[in-house]
């Protein structure tokens, strides 16, 4: 185990996942909120399980140890004359929960153990409280099925149990919303052990739409039992090992591989294909937030989980536009503003690193179609309309010509131009239409009395809320006033918890205000670009922020917002108080940061040319392992005095030209 936790383990929650499933829990054992339990292809299916060892419960009282690896946990019990481990994983093949209790007596005496297994099913849609909907029970061939006219859930032990049916339906309040649980009966197993020996007691939990499919689910985990776990150990390290940062400031260490990994656990892989936005409650993939995450999941080499994410948007394209959300039972809305220009930015990208022509004529067709879709619905000036709650901050009657939009979309213009010229394609048009959006963009939005952006426009009226979407035109190097923005970030937006959302000048701000003052993750991972671009040392200062966050609350996670004031994960969304995600994909941004702006690697596949930036501290040390084409390359950097040294091995022995477009020599 990577992690062990000894002390506060009531404090710190934690999530395994598989390319279907995940389950969260806190550290102390306990099953505290109504997200907490056992989920399969977007479903609830248990809030809570308890074991019973002869008359005492496992419990966050008996609780003294929690450790963690990121694809499994442990929870260490300790009663009298016993101690009690509790392993638990998630299968990515079948999506079951694999539970092992492995006991020691420590007593000179042989022992009785008679185990009591207690489960709270609740089978429920991810925005659904109590209902109403009765479950059928069945125990056969060693197995008990709990049906529902939602979904299947079949439970089954070795050693075999005794199970005395007993039904029970249970109110209880998580975290303060109703809920109802189903108690299907007793699920007993009575055994030995010797003075000074130990006992196994494996468990899986197995889910379906119905009992063919959870039954079919359980037959193929328990033939592929000896080897589900190892298979994702392995997995896990080919990811490790194909992502290698190595860096002599150990914090950006940590919190690299923490993003990657953070980012490998929202991948879904079942009806449809992509990383869901966030755990416990985004389950869904939402198209401006992967847009955002696949550049990084390429940056880390990924690239086939990039290609399935790319054609699971693609497939959903409608006259041109991208959807905002897809619902893993395939539907899809489509009020986003945003989505479709993030699209083609991710497809560039995607296409420059891999040098995959043959992916990218496949899409020829839906590229004319974005772009006539650009062309019916921008202005004179290039600037595209957003209705209200079509942009990322969507709990705000933005509507407008909102500014970070119009960034996008002169970024993706820009992107197209580059698809269609490997294309072969004239692209005199869409340098044309990207110039001219770039400078009415720092023409309009420009305030020049405040020297800031304008963050929106609406019938020709110019709305000055000091909002932090003024980064956008920097981060995609359109802005010429770069300067001012960058020091009223620092200055009126930065607190030691990260950067505001709005002004604290503003009169609707709020510390804790979901998008009117909280401090988002991948905002701040954004503005350390920002920094990094224009080489300034403080992108590490706020790096550093995001590092500190790592374990605060879920363990080895970066959250999805917080306040920027105290920290606190309790936000005003609108009319009510909850908490930020646990873990949310586009935290992890600082891959990007890391990678695109503090090293400025850029790809160029077809050409083997791979151009750096770099901007490091004095003496530090970088090893990064990067993906181009099918070959793995280890990029080396090392910086003493002003100079910025760049070497690179191939493991496949091809040739690169190594290009320096700016560094400290």
Known sequence: MDYILAKDLALHSYILSGKNSFFLRFCDSGFKNKWCGYWFNGLKFFDYFAFKVNEEWLSPQNCKIFEYNNISSSHVFILKDLEVKEFLYLSDKTGCLVCLLNFKNKSPERKRIDLKLEVGVNIRSWNEDWHERRYEVKFSENKVLINSEKGSLVLTSFPFPVFEHEEVYRDHFPSGEKERVFIPGNYKISFYIGPDSGHEVFFIFSAGESEKDSV??????????????????????????????????????????????????????????????????????????????????????????????????????????????????????????????????????????????????SLEDKLEKVIEFYKESKDEKGFVFSKERESWMDTLPREGKVLEVQAFWAKALRCCSKLFEILGKDTSELEEMALNLERNLEKEFWNEEEKFYFDRILNSKKYGEKTVNAIFPLFFKISKNWKDVVERIEKEFTTEFGIRTISSNESIYNPAGYHTGSSWAWIIALFSAVEFLHRREKAFEYLKILSDRLERNCIYALEEAWNSENGSLMLLKENKIEEGAYLQAWSSLVIRAIDEFMLGIKINAFENKIFVSPFLKEGMKVLRRKKIGNDLVDLTFKRKGRKVEVNYKSQKGKEYKIIKVLSLD
């Open 216 to 361: 079919e689910n359980l037959k193929k985990e328990i033939e592929n039992i000896s080897l589900s776990y190892l298979e994702k150990e392995k997995n896990l390290e080919i990811i490790k090992n194909n992502s290698l940062f190595k860096c002599n400031v150990e914090f950006l260490e940590k919190l690299f591989e923490a993003s990657v990994l953070n980012l490998e656990k929202l991948w879904f892989d079942s009806k449809v294909s992509g990383y869901l936005a966030g755990y416990p409650w985004f389950l869904q993939i939402w198209v401006r937030d992967l847009a955002w995450i696949l550049p990084a999941v390429i940056d880390y080499g990924e690239f086939e989980k990039a290609k399935k994410s790319l054609e699971t948007v693609f497939n959903f394209q409608s006259n041109g536009k991208m959807p905002n959300v897809i619902f893993l039972d395939k539907r899809a809305s489509y009020n986003s503003s945003d989505s479709t220009p993030l699209t083609l930015i991710a497809l560039h990208y995607y296409v420059t690193n891999s040098g995959d022509i043959t992916f990218l004529r």
